[in-house]
């Protein structure tokens, strides 16, 4: 049983920047960042692999958004700069416990944190 805790969300304005951050109670493999908006689908935000050596990202956060993560801390971070207001959302972490890489699909996650409130105003 993996219990993981995201932090780091909150309201900011558009343009503005956030760092979020999920912190695993054991061991986690893969890792994904996902977010869903009010009212919408959960969709994929950026995935890395076990070790941190591969990652993926949106098209539509690629150059802005950045995940991490440091092992050694059981934690992984998502970096977001220039936000926009449409990005408004719960935002999720999860892991995967099959597999080496974070993938897109939210079903391949096997255990997820409450989310974390990102409000970004106009």
């Known amino acids: 049983q993996v219990q993981l805790a995201e932090s780091g969300g909150g309201l900011v304005q558009a343009g503005g920047s956030l760092r979020l951050s999920c912190a695993a109670s054991g061991r986690t493999h893969a890792m994904g960042w996902f977010r869903q908006p009010p009212g919408e689908e959960r969709e994929f935000v950026a995935g890395?692999?076990?070790?941190?050596?591969?990652?993926d990202h949106a098209d539509s956060v690629k150059g802005r958004f950045t995940i991490s993560r440091d092992n050694a801390k059981n934690t992984v971070y998502l970096q977001m700069i220039s936000l926009k207001p449409e990005e408004t959302a719960i935002y999720y972490c999860a892991t995967k416990l099959r597999g080496l890489y974070g993938t897109k699909f939210w079903g391949d996650y096997d255990y997820w944190g409450q989310g974390t409130q990102v409000t970004v105003s106009s």
């Open positions: 890395i692999s076990w070790d941190g050596s591969s990652t």
